[in-house]
C-alpha cells in the first residue's frame, strides 16, 4: 500500500554547521552528516501535499538512481525519521521503572554538617556552624559502604565522595573510610575511587600527601579573581576567603601529581564574566578543568541569576566556548568542564530518561545514615530513601522516578535536547517549584541553543581533529 508518508518531527533536528548540514536523531542522542539525497527526501515530503514513496521516487528519479532513493527512504524510516502519516507513534513509549536491584555504584558521604564558611548562596539545609557541626561515625560510614556492595554486588568500579559542610574538618573519618574501603573492595575483586570537594582553607601539606598517595580525585570551590570569590564565599565571621583558599589550591596544584585538579564556580546575580573567571583559574592558578554552575532556583531568591543574566551567561558559555575550540583544533586543551561534558555526551550518544544517577546509580547518605536522593538534599523535607542499615526503600524510590519520568512525558516529549537534559535537576526543581518530580522548564531555549552550539564544536573538532576525543575527553572520562 502506497501510504502517505511524514516528517517525525519530534524525532528529528537538524542543524547546519558551516556550509554543512546534520540531523540529530533525538531518541538516541546520535548525530549523522546529512547527505544531498537525504536533505531532498525531506524537502520533498515537506513540499508535496501528498508525499507517498512512488511519488518521491518519480520526483527525485531524475537526480538518482531509483535503487538509491528507496534505500535512503528505507534507512530514514527504520530511525524512526519519516513514517505513515497519522499512525505513527512519535515519541518513545514510557515504560514504567520497576527497580529490584538498584545499579549503585556510588555513595556520598555527609562526614560533617559544621563547615567554616558561611556563603551566602550555600544551599545545605543541614548546614551547621563548626563548633555545632554534626559529624558521621565511623560505623555510619561502614555500613554505606556494606550497603553499596549489597544493594549492587555486580558491578566491577564504586566510587566514594567525601562531602559535607566542609569534609577535611572529618579528616580522620575520611582515612579510616578509605582503609576500611581498599580492604573489603580487594577482598572482593572490585575497583573504588574517592573524590571530595573541599573550600581547601583547611588544606595542609599532610593531607595532600595523603590524598596523593591515595589517589583521591579532588574538586576546589572558587569563584575566581578575589573581587568575585570574596562577594559570597565568607567566613562564619563575614571575611572574604580568597587569599587563603587562592595560597591552598597554588600548594595543591604545585605538590598534586596523581590527579588533575578541577575548580567549580558557582554563578549568581551579578557575576556573568565567565571569560575573566576562567582565565585566572586556568591561566593564573593553573587549575586543569574549570566548570561553572549558575544558580537559577536558590533557597535564596536575591542571588538567583535574572533572565537576562542567565542569557548573558550562555553567551559568554558560547565566547568560551569558541576558545575551546580554538584550541582543540592546535590539539590543546582549555579545561572548559562544561563543553568537556557536551562534546563527550554528543559523541557517546548518551540517551537518558533521567537527569542523572542520582537515586539510581548514586544515593548520598547523611550523619545519621539516612539515604536521601543527592547530597542536595541532606536536610530537606523530602523522604528518605531508606538507610544504611535496611537498604534502599525500592518503593519509595520507584515512585517518586516514576513521577518524575511522567512529569517529562507531559512537559519535554517534544524537545530535541529530551534526552541529553531529561527535565534537569532535580534539586533545582525542588528549589523552584517545591516538587523534585517536576521538570525544570524556566530556561530550555538557553539549553537547546547550547547544545546546538556543542553540535558545532563537536563536528568542527571531529573534522580537523579527531584525535582531541582519545588525547584530552577519553582520559578524562576514566578518570571520572
Given at each position: 500500500?502506497?501510504?502517505?508518508?511524514?516528517?517525525?518531527?519530534?524525532?528529528?533536528?537538524?542543524?547546519?554547521?558551516?556550509?554543512?548540514?546534520?540531523?540529530?536523531?533525538?531518541?538516541?542522542?546520535?548525530?549523522?552528516?546529512?547527505?544531498?539525497?537525504?536533505?531532498?527526501?525531506?524537502?520533498?515530503?515537506?513540499?508535496?501535499?501528498?508525499?507517498?514513496?512512488?511519488?518521491?521516487?518519480?520526483?527525485?528519479?531524475?537526480?538518482?538512481?531509483?535503487?538509491?532513493?528507496?534505500?535512503?527512504?528505507?534507512?530514514?524510516?527504520?530511525?524512526?525519521?519519516?513514517?505513515?502519516?497519522?499512525?505513527?507513534?512519535?515519541?518513545?513509549?514510557?515504560?514504567?521503572?520497576?527497580?529490584?536491584?538498584?545499579?549503585?555504584?556510588?555513595?556520598?558521604?555527609?562526614?560533617?554538617?559544621?563547615?567554616?564558611?558561611?556563603?551566602?548562596?550555600?544551599?545545605?539545609?543541614?548546614?551547621?556552624?563548626?563548633?555545632?557541626?554534626?559529624?558521621?561515625?565511623?560505623?555510619?560510614?561502614?555500613?554505606?559502604?556494606?550497603?553499596?556492595?549489597?544493594?549492587?554486588?555486580?558491578?566491577?568500579?564504586?566510587?566514594?565522595?567525601?562531602?559535607?559542610?566542609?569534609?577535611?574538618?572529618?579528616?580522620?573519618?575520611?582515612?579510616?573510610?578509605?582503609?576500611?574501603?581498599?580492604?573489603?573492595?580487594?577482598?572482593?575483586?572490585?575497583?573504588?575511587?574517592?573524590?571530595?570537594?573541599?573550600?581547601?582553607?583547611?588544606?595542609?601539606?599532610?593531607?595532600?600527601?595523603?590524598?596523593?598517595?591515595?589517589?583521591?580525585?579532588?574538586?576546589?570551590?572558587?569563584?575566581?579573581?578575589?573581587?568575585?570569590?570574596?562577594?559570597?564565599?565568607?567566613?562564619?565571621?563575614?571575611?572574604?576567603?580568597?587569599?587563603?583558599?587562592?595560597?591552598?589550591?597554588?600548594?595543591?596544584?604545585?605538590?598534586?601529581?596523581?590527579?588533575?585538579?578541577?575548580?567549580?564556580?558557582?554563578?549568581?546575580?551579578?557575576?556573568?564574566?565567565?571569560?575573566?573567571?576562567?582565565?585566572?583559574?586556568f591561566n593564573t592558578l593553573g587549575f586543569?578543568?574549570?566548570?561553572?554552575?549558575?544558580?537559577?532556583?536558590?533557597?535564596?531568591?536575591?542571588?538567583?541569576?535574572?533572565?537576562?543574566?542567565?542569557?548573558?551567561?550562555?553567551?559568554?558559555m558560547k565566547k568560551l566556548g569558541e576558545?575551546?575550540?580554538?584550541?582543540?583544533?592546535?590539539?590543546?586543551?582549555?579545561?572548559?568542564?562544561?563543553?568537556?561534558?557536551?562534546?563527550?555526551?554528543?559523541?557517546?550518544?548518551?540517551?537518558?530518561?533521567?537527569?542523572?544517577?542520582?537515586?539510581?546509580?548514586?544515593?548520598?547518605?547523611?550523619?545519621?545514615?539516612?539515604?536521601?536522593?543527592?547530597?542536595?538534599?541532606?536536610?530537606?523535607?523530602?523522604?528518605?530513601?531508606?538507610?544504611?542499615?535496611?537498604?534502599?526503600?525500592?518503593?519509595?524510590l520507584n515512585d517518586f522516578l516514576n513521577?518524575?519520568?511522567?512529569?517529562?512525558?507531559?512537559?519535554?516529549?517534544?524537545?530535541?535536547?529530551?534526552?541529553?537534559?531529561?527535565?534537569?535537576?532535580?534539586?533545582?526543581?525542588?528549589?523552584?517549584?517545591?516538587?523534585?518530580?517536576?521538570?525544570?522548564?524556566?530556561?530550555?531555549?538557553?539549553?537547546?541553543?547550547?547544545?546546538?552550539?556543542?553540535?558545532?564544536?563537536?563536528?568542527?573538532?571531529?573534522?580537523?581533529?579527531?584525535?582531541?576525543?582519545?588525547?584530552?575527553?577519553?582520559?578524562?572520562?576514566?578518570?571520572?
Amino acid at each position: 500500500m502506497n501510504s502517505t508518508l511524514e516528517i517525525i518531527e519530534n524525532n528529528l533536528h537538524q542543524v547546519t554547521v558551516k556550509d554543512q548540514s546534520f540531523i540529530f536523531h533525538i531518541p538516541t542522542t546520535s548525530l549523522f552528516k546529512r547527505d544531498e539525497l537525504t536533505g531532498d527526501i525531506l524537502s520533498s515530503i515537506q513540499r508535496q501535499d501528498d508525499p507517498t514513496d512512488s511519488s518521491l521516487v518519480k520526483e527525485l528519479s531524475t537526480r538518482y538512481a531509483k535503487s538509491d532513493i528507496t534505500s535512503a527512504l528505507g534507512e530514514l524510516k527504520s530511525l524512526s525519521l519519516v513514517g505513515k502519516k497519522g499512525l505513527i507513534n512519535t515519541i518513545e513509549e514510557l515504560v514504567p521503572l520497576a527497580l529490584d536491584k538498584a545499579p549503585l555504584t556510588t555513595v556520598v558521604l555527609s562526614v560533617n554538617t559544621g563547615c567554616n564558611l558561611s556563603c551566602t548562596y550555600c544551599y545545605k539545609e543541614d548546614l551547621d556552624i563548626p563548633s555545632a557541626g554534626k559529624k558521621m561515625n565511623f560505623e555510619t560510614a561502614k555500613q554505606s559502604i556494606d550497603m553499596l556492595l549489597k544493594e549492587s554486588p555486580n558491578q566491577t568500579r564504586y566510587n566514594v565522595v567525601f562531602f559535607g559542610g566542609e569534609p577535611l574538618s572529618n579528616f580522620t573519618l575520611i582515612k579510616d573510610v578509605i582503609a576500611y574501603s581498599e580492604d573489603v573492595f580487594a577482598s572482593k575483586g572490585k575497583l573504588v575511587d574517592f573524590s571530595m570537594t573541599t573550600n581547601a582553607t583547611l588544606l595542609t601539606e599532610n593531607h595532600i600527601e595523603y590524598f596523593d598517595k591515595h589517589n583521591v580525585g579532588l574538586s576546589i570551590s572558587i569563584d575566581g579573581p578575589k573581587a568575585y570569590h570574596d562577594r559570597n564565599r565568607i567566613s562564619v565571621t563575614g571575611q572574604g576567603t580568597y587569599d587563603t583558599v587562592a595560597k591552598k589550591a597554588k600548594m595543591l596544584l604545585s605538590r598534586y601529581k596523581s590527579r588533575p585538579i578541577g575548580a567549580r564556580v558557582t554563578l549568581t546575580t551579578g557575576i556573568t564574566d565567565i571569560d575573566t573567571i576562567w582565565d585566572h583559574l586556568f591561566n593564573t592558578l593553573g587549575f586543569s578543568e574549570v566548570g561553572f554552575a549558575p544558580v537559577t532556583s536558590g533557597d535564596i531568591s536575591d542571588y538567583n541569576l535574572k533572565p537576562e543574566e542567565l542569557i548573558d551567561i550562555f553567551a559568554n558559555m558560547k565566547k568560551l566556548g569558541e576558545k575551546y575550540l580554538s584550541a582543540a583544533l592546535e590539539n590543546k586543551t582549555i579545561g572548559f568542564s562544561n563543553l568537556h561534558q557536551l562534546i563527550t555526551d554528543i559523541h557517546e550518544g548518551t540517551k537518558k530518561a533521567l537527569p542523572c544517577g542520582a537515586g539510581v546509580g548514586m544515593v548520598a547518605v547523611d550523619h545519621e545514615g539516612g539515604l536521601n536522593l543527592c547530597h542536595r538534599f541532606i536536610g530537606s523535607d523530602q523522604p528518605l530513601l531508606g538507610d544504611v542499615k535496611q537498604g534502599l526503600d525500592k518503593p519509595v524510590l520507584n515512585d517518586f522516578l516514576n513521577k518524575r519520568l511522567e512529569k517529562n512525558e507531559e512537559s519535554c516529549a517534544t524537545c530535541n535536547i529530551r534526552n541529553l537534559c531529561a527535565g534537569g535537576c532535580y534539586h533545582e526543581s525542588y528549589a523552584r517549584y517545591g516538587d523534585p518530580a517536576k521538570a525544570t522548564l524556566h530556561y530550555c531555549d538557553l539549553m537547546r541553543d547550547w547544545v546546538d552550539f556543542g553540535i558545532h564544536v563537536y563536528t568542527e573538532i571531529m573534522e580537523h581533529n579527531p584525535g582531541f576525543y582519545e588525547t584530552y575527553i577519553a582520559p578524562r572520562k576514566a578518570q571520572a
